[in-house]
């Protein structure tokens, strides 16, 4: 039987050497490409951003209705300068991870919880929701077309890039007309190995109250670069972002939410409109309650931070989120002094990020039900 590279399918992957089963619900069109770049790739030199992945899916949104989902050779997106999202900046993402089990197949973490979160930033920047099915079954079909490049190394895994922008193109205030939701993938390795400087910001704000903070926006990107860069000019990793009205009191970390350990309590700043809710921070602290840590989710002032840091009771401090995982803080700036902070090896950080790394690669059981399969 002849098979065309190029087909439509209900039910089928076709490659030059392939066919596959699939599991998708939503009708998509597969393109393979030709000229595959996972030999450019060293696996064993796996940074973050090392490469992108082969294949990307593609939705858009026009006349008022999500159309049929492709999945494409990476670059065959062509679009011109008038593109919306680069004047008016409607563009929202999601960042998730897919691993490599002990048995070989491949499973995602808790992707419903991206979605759901995807969702609740396209409606602060009023772009229309993504269905479930194009979400799930994009992300899982992707998953599967390009299932070599989930990598199978130590802490290796395959990033999962799912975007929304707007897409019309015209230069007017308004929103866009047409949108697209795309994913992108690449394979990762561990983004911080090592424990992270931060600096207490008080000057920069990252998000205010009535913002944008809590949708995963692109722009709140942008507009946190500066800060980060005069951070690391002076010797740091990272930002610790305090509140815009006053800079008292603690936020989180450039991409990542943060915990203080204080006399054995386990204390996160209280979510609010500037706090984006982190599905790493919502993971641990359902192992914290498993576990009977304390658990405080409240405001935290900046002086309650230095105090335990002079007086001896912090115990540990450390970031959550799904592209540093788990990342110790070994140093805190504050008004031009460090204060190192203890990075306890048998601490929770450490013990959260065991937790963590043994269910999403399949090594102890999965109680919470939080992995995703990838039919293969
Ligand atoms: C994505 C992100 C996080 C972490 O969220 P996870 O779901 O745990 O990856 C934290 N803060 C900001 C600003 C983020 O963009």
Known sequence: MYLSKDTWFPLYIYGPNLILPTSSTVKMKITITETSNLSKIDFNNLGFGAGLSDHVFVCEFKNGNWGEGRIEPYSHLSQGLGLHALHYGQAVFEGQKAYRQKDDTIAIFRPERNWKRLNTSAKRMLIPEVPKDIFMDGLTELIRVDAKWVPRGENQSLYLRPFLFSSSEF???????????????????????????????????????????????????????????????????????????????????????????????????????????????????????????????????????????????????????????VSQINGIGFNDEIFPVPVPKNGIALRMKEALSSIRYGESEDKFNWMHHVKS
Request: aromatic share 8%; proline share 3%.
């Open 171 to 325: 230069v007017a205030a308004r929103p866009s007309e047409e949108y697209t939701f795309a994913i992108v993938t690449s394979p990762v390795g561990e983004l911080y190995s090592k424990p992270v400087k931060v600096k207490i910001e008080q000057s920069f704000t990252r998000a205010a109250s009535g913002g944008v903070g809590y949708a995963k926006a692109a722009g709140n990107y942008g507009a946190s670069f500066l800060a980060t860069h005069n951070a690391v000019k002076e010797g740091f990793n990272q930002v610790l972002w305090t509140d815009h009205a006053e800079h008292n009191y603690l936020e989180e970390a450039g991409t990542m939410n943060v915990t203080f350990v204080i006399n054995g309590k386990l204390i996160t700043p209280i979510l609010s409109d500037r706090i984006l809710a982190g599905i790493t921070r919502d993971s641990i602290l359902i192992l914290a309650k498993e576990w009977n840590i304390a658990v405080e989710e409240r405001r935290i002032k900046v002086d309650e931070l230095i105090a335990a840091l002079k007086n001896g009771t912090l115990n540990e401090a450390f970031g959550m989120g799904t592209a540093a995982v």
